[in-house]
């Protein structure tokens, strides 16, 4: 079993690359007709707010102690799940 510090590392450093990924996502919508574009940028803002509430949690779980800990890291794999999933569909979708 992880550490706190060890599962908010690799929490950290998984966000990282999300966070590429998006980047990567956002140069390919630049790149779209207008009409996808649109639709492209739509997906985008869904993600951008998975990954600061994804981030948020991180900063929660930096601070959290006891209890709190479980908790709180209950929350934060929920909302990184959700920002994997989106993450990978909007992968599929933008190819």
Not at 5 to 14: M, Q
Not at 45 to 51: G, H, M, S, Y
Not at 56 to 61: D, G, M, P, Q
């Amino acid at each position: 079993m992880k550490t706190k510090d060890e599962y908010i590392e690799d929490l950290a450093a998984e966000l990282k690359e999300w966070s590429a990924q998006i980047d990567l996502l956002a140069v390919k919508a630049e790149r779209a007709s207008a009409d996808v574009k649109l639709k492209y940028v739509t997906e985008l803002d869904e993600l951008r707010a998975k990954q600061h509430a994804a981030a948020e949690k991180i900063k929660e779980l930096e601070g959290a102690s006891g209890e709190a800990w479980g908790t709180v890291k209950k929350t934060a794999d929920k909302v990184c799940d959700d920002l994997r999933v989106g993450l990978a569909s909007a992968v599929s979708k933008f190819k």
